[in-house]
């Protein structure tokens, strides 16, 4: 593993240990050359995806840490844990996995993240769903929320 600090390739290993989800190993690591520690995690990849683009066509390897960073994006200031985001991004990979494709929809991917959004954090979900779905204007917000939220008892009334 290259030193992120100095490049180096000589880097030991002083710690392993299996992350609390039993989803990856956490590596504490050291370079011979610099002394910098540093973390690294390994994960099981059961195969190579490829996300093929809605809007292009275009075929881009599949990104784990591209997933992760949109879904933090919509969680921005929330109220969930680190290891929760961890949780529900290692489960849309391993259900993407199993799907058994190595070329995976990018509309796939991004319904996985509605659903695993909408039992996670409602705001999140609909923050998710303005960019996935290209809201463009307030109303775009009024129709989504009309279609996803209930209405309470004794809410009749028109549409504002």
């Known amino acids: 593993m290259r030193c992120p600090f100095c490049q180096n390739e000589d880097t030991q290993v002083k710690d392993s240990r299996p992350t609390e989800d039993g989803a990856s190993i956490r590596r504490r690591r050291q370079c011979g050359k610099c ?8 994960r099981v990849q059961l195969r190579e995806l490829v996300v093929v683009k809605r809007s292009t066509g275009k075929r881009v390897p599949f990104e784990r840490d591209k997933l992760l960073r949109s879904v933090k994006i919509a969680l921005n200031k929330r109220p969930v844990e680190d290891e929760q985001i961890e949780q529900m991004v290692s489960g849309i990979v391993r259900r993407l996995e199993s799907l058994g494709e190595t070329e995976i929809a990018s509309g796939v991917i991004g319904e996985m993240v509605m659903e695993a959004l909408a039992n996670l954090d409602p705001v999140a979900y609909v923050r998710y769903a303005s960019v996935y779905q290209d809201f463009r204007e307030a109303g775009d917000f009024r129709r989504f929320l009309g279609e996803v939220l209930p209405r309470a008892p004794g809410e009749g009334g028109p549409d504002r």
């Open 35 to 42: 002394g910098a520690r540093f973390t690294t995690f390994e």
